[in-house]
């Protein structure tokens, strides 16, 4: 089975800092997503990636930025952390061509005050 | 117009009974079509993939509806498991998937 691992499930940070969330997947996809989840909502698409080094924006990526230096890592950046990303953050990944779904790492829950 | 729609519920449905849930999109270049399944505090799993011809897995059925822009999820003999959200989900286009915002569904005893 695919894992995609979130470096923490649960993370609260204070206005202004700088935060890092990291995910990892263990099956070789080209394929790496972010999305933050609210209640309302739903699933909304920050960054993607394709290949590393390569990145698209989403549909809100505002405030955030990303790093793929290894394909096996994703990692999302707020560069100033503000109240409005209180957020479920959600790492996915796939394989080329999107015809079998996402996984979907546990998520990480940041809270920032 | 949001890209995926779905009715949020809550569908409220006793053990054992049948309960199907639509979905609309608006992109239709659309290609590929998921439901996926969440439970509360817990990440969204692949519940099953939706083909063109309709597919069945177990007490689930998904349909999809080119012509009309619409998939459906029926769940017979409903388990109090099958509490959860369900997400419909929709690709083509670009390379990420779109999901809806979720219809939440709560089987009782």
């Known amino acids: 089975d695919v894992k995609v691992t979130q470096s923490s499930r649960y993370l609260v940070k204070r206005t202004g800092e700088k935060v890092f969330l990291e995910c990892v997947q263990d099956m070789d996809h080209e394929n790496m997503f972010w999305y933050r989840q609210d209640p309302g909502l739903g699933l909304r698409l920050i960054y993607f990636?394709?290949?590393?080094?390569?990145?698209e924006k989403g549909d809100i990526p505002e405030g955030y930025s990303v790093s793929r230096e290894k394909k096996e890592r994703f990692s999302l950046i707020l560069e100033s952390a503000s109240t409005n990303q209180t957020s479920m953050y959600l790492c996915?990944?796939?394989?080329?061509?999107?015809?079998?779904?996402?996984?979907f790492g546990s998520g990480t829950r940041l809270t920032v005050v | 117009r949001k890209e995926v729609e779905q009715d949020p519920g809550p569908f409220n449905v006793p053990e054992g009974a049948t309960v199907a849930f639509n979905c609309t999109y608006s992109?239709?270049?659309?290609?590929?079509f998921f439901w996926y399944r969440q439970d509360c505090r817990k990440e969204p799993k692949l519940l099953m993939s939706v083909y063109s011809s309709g597919n069945e897995d177990g007490r689930f059925t998904a349909q999809l509806n080119r012509a009309s822009q619409y998939i459906s999820l029926l769940i017979r003999d409903s388990k109090l498991s099958d509490s959860a959200t369900y997400l419909c989900v929709v690709g083509g286009g670009r390379r990420a998937l779109t999901f809806g915002s979720g219809t939440r569904l709560q089987v009782q005893p």
């Open positions: 990636s394709y290949d590393v080094k390569m990145k």
């Open positions: 992109n239709s270049a659309s290609q590929s």
């Open positions: 996915a990944s796939t394989a080329p061509g999107q015809l079998y779904g996402y996984t």
